[in-house]
Nanobody, 127 residues
Framework: QVQLVESGGGFVQAGGSLRLSCAAP????????MGWFRQVLGKERELVAA????????YYADSVKGRFTISRDNAKNTVYLQMNSLNAEDTAVYYC????????????????????WGKGTLVTVSS
């Protein structure tokens, strides 16, 4: 089992920035695809961004392209989501997830492929 711990959420005004972090204490996730999802109450959880194990390939939802950047530091066992130009529609609980399939060349966008999940961190953007 892999424990994922998100941090960095909070309250920000529209146009502002936040940086989310996802750590995996005690376990290495350096060979896993990692993803950031978000969920608004009453709606399905959606993939925001994903990154393969080597950071050579990334995926972004259309709604965040050009504003969000996913990255990882395998030496620190941590994945990041830099969020810029935030707007009210970005308000959600953000979850970090790991796909335990090793060494994927292309990060999977299928939520069913993500095996481990964090508990989430709330991001609130005030318009």
């Amino acid at each position: 089992q892999v424990q994922l711990v998100e941090s960095g959420g909070g309250f920000v005004q529209a146009g502002g920035s936040l940086r989310l972090s996802c750590a995996a204490p005690g376990r290495t996730v350096s060979l896993y695809t990692m993803g950031w999802f978000r969920q608004v109450l009453g709606k399905e959880r959606e993939l925001v961004a994903a990154i393969n194990w080597s950071a050579s390939s990334t995926y972004y939802a259309d709604s965040v392209k050009g504003r969000f950047t996913i990255s990882r530091d395998n030496a620190k066992n941590t994945v990041y989501l830099q969020m810029n130009s935030l707007n009210a529609e970005d308000t959600a609980v953000y979850y970090c997830a790991a796909d335990k399939s090793l060494l994927r060349r292309i990060p999977t966008t299928d939520i069913a492929n993500y095996d481990y999940w964090g508990k989430g961190t709330l991001v609130t953007v005030s318009s």
